[in-house]
């Protein structure tokens, strides 16, 4: 299976708002270096550097304002005399008569921001940029008729909406992904996020539309993160109803629940009949995970990526969530591999 990797993720390495500190981020560079590690261990296949795009690519799943944004925030944030990594200082909580952009970089970090989980550095644009451009160049191989391919995208993706960023994510790699996808010539795309937490951004991208079908297995919003999305009850709306389905679990859940909900919804999936398959590749469903509840086991990932090869579908992985950084590399891996082997 082919791997799309940059260095250039190693740019970003940031700080986080938890448990009432400021601490290093779950989300480091170690992350990626891991699975990188055990793609090459594993004899995986090609690994190539992504190619360059222009930021006009990442405004099919974005808005442009908001791109704007993300290039230009760090140096808005210096501009005014600061060297530290920049985080909101206030958020447009309902109720907030004005829905109107801020001029000053206090006000956007708010304005396009769900969280304290995504700090903006020096590097951060670069990585960003690095990480969508990999989801990108393996669609692009798979137009190409590659049948599958990994994108070691780092930062993460899934929890990045059409205006905003949180839980270490910028721009949604998977929904841009997809937009190239149909771009591309593709009638429907269905987009799997097996990550622990909701991929909240990716049903907001998509939560109104027809041509991309969401589903996620992921923990009860109820009592993980983030809280205010991936309820059962959350369908789609307008064009979009149908087309958005949550699989939400309890706290605690091991494989014989997540294979279970694997299975509807790659029922779900089959039923779509979809030209691409995106998958949110997260493997905080694991064991042990610092931030996560569930408890799936390393050879549990060999069969997850079995069930996702009988789809049939010429698929993507897109890198998500993971923070035991020691058995991450083995667990994504596993479910690569799984996959290929399926194929066999």
Same mark, same amino acid.
């Given at each position: 299976?082919?791997?799309?990797?940059?260095?250039?993720?190693?740019?970003?390495?940031?700080?986080?708002?938890?448990?009432?500190?400021?601490?290093?981020?779950?989300?480091?560079?170690?992350?990626?270096?891991?699975?990188?590690?055990?793609?090459?261990?594993?004899?995986?296949?090609?690994?190539?550097?992504?190619?360059?795009?222009?930021?006009?690519?990442?405004?099919?799943?974005?808005?442009?304002?908001?791109?704007?944004?993300?290039?230009?925030?760090?140096?808005?944030?210096?501009?005014?005399?600061?060297?530290?990594?920049?985080?909101?200082?206030?958020?447009?909580?309902?109720?907030?008569?004005?829905?109107?952009?801020?001029?000053?970089?206090?006000?956007?970090?708010?304005?396009?921001?769900? &969280? /304290?989980? %995504?700090? #903006?550095?020096?590097?951060?644009?670069? !990585?960003?940029?690095? *990480?969508?451009?990999?989801?990108?160049?393996?669609?692009?191989?798979?137009?190409?008729?590659?049948?599958?391919?990994?994108?070691?995208?780092?930062?993460?993706?899934?929890?990045?909406?059409?205006?905003?960023?949180?839980?270490?994510?910028?721009?949604?790699?998977?929904?841009?992904?997809?937009?190239?996808?149909?771009?591309?010539?593709?009638?429907?795309?269905?987009?799997?996020?097996?990550?622990?937490?909701?991929?909240?951004?990716?049903?907001?991208?998509?939560?109104?539309?027809?041509?991309?079908?969401?589903?996620?297995?992921?923990?009860?919003?109820?009592?993980?993160?983030?809280?205010?999305?991936?309820?059962?009850?959350?369908?789609?709306?307008?064009?979009?109803?149908?087309?958005?389905?949550?699989?939400?679990?309890?706290?605690?859940?091991?494989?014989?629940?997540?294979?279970?909900?694997?299975? &509807? /919804?790659? %029922?779900? #999936?089959?039923?779509?009949?979809?030209? !691409?398959?995106?998958? *949110?590749?997260?493997?905080?469903?694991?064991?042990?995970?610092?931030?996560?509840?569930?408890?799936?086991?390393?050879?549990?990932?060999?069969?997850?990526?079995?069930?996702?090869?009988?789809?049939?579908?010429?698929?993507?992985?897109?890198?998500?969530?993971?923070?035991?950084?020691?058995?991450?590399?083995?667990?994504?891996?596993?479910?690569?591999?799984?996959?290929?082997?399926?194929?066999?």
């Amino acid at each position: 299976m082919l791997t799309v990797y940059s260095s250039d993720h190693r740019l970003h390495h940031g700080v986080e708002l938890k448990d009432g500190a400021i601490s290093a981020s779950f989300e480091k560079p170690e992350r990626a270096e891991t699975v990188l590690a055990r793609v090459k261990a594993a004899g995986l296949g090609e690994i190539i550097a992504p190619r360059a795009y222009d930021r006009s690519e990442y405004a099919g799943a974005h808005s442009e304002r908001y791109v704007e944004f993300l290039a230009n925030a760090w140096s808005e944030w210096t501009a005014t005399g600061r060297s530290c990594q920049a985080l909101p200082l206030v958020w447009p909580i309902r109720g907030l008569p004005s829905t109107e952009l801020p001029q000053f970089i206090d006000g956007k970090l708010g304005f396009f921001a769900m &969280d /304290a989980g %995504a700090p #903006i550095g020096a590097g951060t644009w670069e !990585a960003v940029c690095s *990480s969508a451009n990999s989801a990108l160049t393996a669609v692009d191989r798979l137009s190409d008729g590659t049948r599958s391919a990994f994108a070691l995208c780092r930062p993460p993706g899934h929890h990045a909406g059409r205006e905003y960023m949180g839980g270490y994510c910028y721009l949604n790699n998977a929904a841009i992904a997809a937009q190239r996808c149909l771009e591309q010539g593709a009638k429907r795309v269905a987009v799997l996020d097996i990550d622990f937490h909701h991929g909240n951004g990716t049903q907001d991208i998509f939560y109104q539309r027809s041509d991309v079908l969401f589903v996620s297995i992921h923990g009860d919003p109820t009592v993980c993160y983030p809280y205010f999305s991936g309820h059962a009850d959350e369908r789609g709306i307008g064009q979009g109803e149908g087309f958005n389905l949550n699989l939400p679990l309890p706290k605690g859940s091991a494989m014989p629940a997540f294979e279970a909900a694997l299975f &509807d /919804a790659s %029922a779900t #999936i089959a039923r779509y009949r979809a030209d !691409a398959l995106i998958v *949110s590749l997260g493997v905080d469903t694991f064991e042990g995970d610092p931030i996560s509840h569930f408890r799936l086991r390393t050879p549990d990932y060999l069969r997850i990526g079995e069930m996702i090869e009988g789809l049939g579908v010429p698929t993507l992985f897109v890198m998500e969530g993971g923070y035991l950084v020691d058995e991450m590399g083995v667990n994504a891996v596993n479910v690569l591999l799984g996959f290929e082997g399926g194929a066999r």
